[in-house]
C-alpha cells in the first residue's frame, strides 16, 4: 500500500519555523520526486518546493524561496521541509506528493501519489 504520511504542522508566530516531514512507504522512493503542496482557504493549490529522490535536484517556488530549504534522507525514506522566517500568507494546509521529477512546471504535472495534508497555522 502507498503511503505518503506527512506531519509536523502546527501554530507558530509570524517569524517562527517548523519542519514538516514526509515518509513515504509503498513504492521505490529514489525513483520520485517528492514535493510539497499548500492550500489557503478560497485560494487555488499551489507547488511550494520539490526534490529529486536521487539526484537531489530541488524547485522552490518564488513565494517561499530563500525561506524554505527541502531536503531528503534516503536511508528511511522521507523528505523535510524546513521552514523558517514564516508569514501569515505561509498558513495553509501542506500535502506531500510523488511524482516522477522535480523542476520548473512540476506543480503542473499529475502527481501519482498524495499524503493527507498537515495544518500549518501562523500568526501575526
Known amino acids: 500500500e502507498v503511503q505518503l504520511q506527512a506531519s509536523g504542522g502546527g501554530l507558530v508566530q509570524a517569524g517562527g519555523s517548523l519542519r514538516l516531514s514526509c515518509a513515504a512507504s509503498?513504492?521505490?522512493?529514489?525513483?520520485?520526486?517528492i514535493g510539497w503542496f499548500r492550500q489557503a482557504p478560497g485560494k487555488e493549490r499551489e507547488g511550494v518546493s520539490c526534490?529529486?529522490?536521487?539526484?537531489?535536484?530541488?524547485y522552490y517556488a518564488d513565494s517561499v524561496k530563500g525561506r524554505f530549504t527541502i531536503s531528503s534522507d534516503n536511508a528511511i525514506d522521507t523528505v523535510y521541509l524546513q521552514m523558517n522566517s514564516l508569514k501569515p500568507e505561509d498558513t495553509a494546509v501542506y500535502y506531500c506528493?510523488?511524482?516522477?521529477?522535480?523542476?520548473?512546471?512540476?506543480?503542473?504535472?499529475?502527481?501519482?501519489?498524495w499524503g493527507q495534508g498537515t495544518q500549518v497555522t501562523v500568526s501575526s
Open positions: 506528493a510523488a511524482s516522477l521529477w522535480c523542476g520548473r512546471g512540476w506543480s503542473l504535472w499529475p502527481q501519482d501519489y
Open positions: 509503498g513504492f521505490t522512493f529514489d525513483d520520485y520526486a
Open positions: 526534490i529529486g529522490s536521487s539526484e537531489g535536484s530541488t
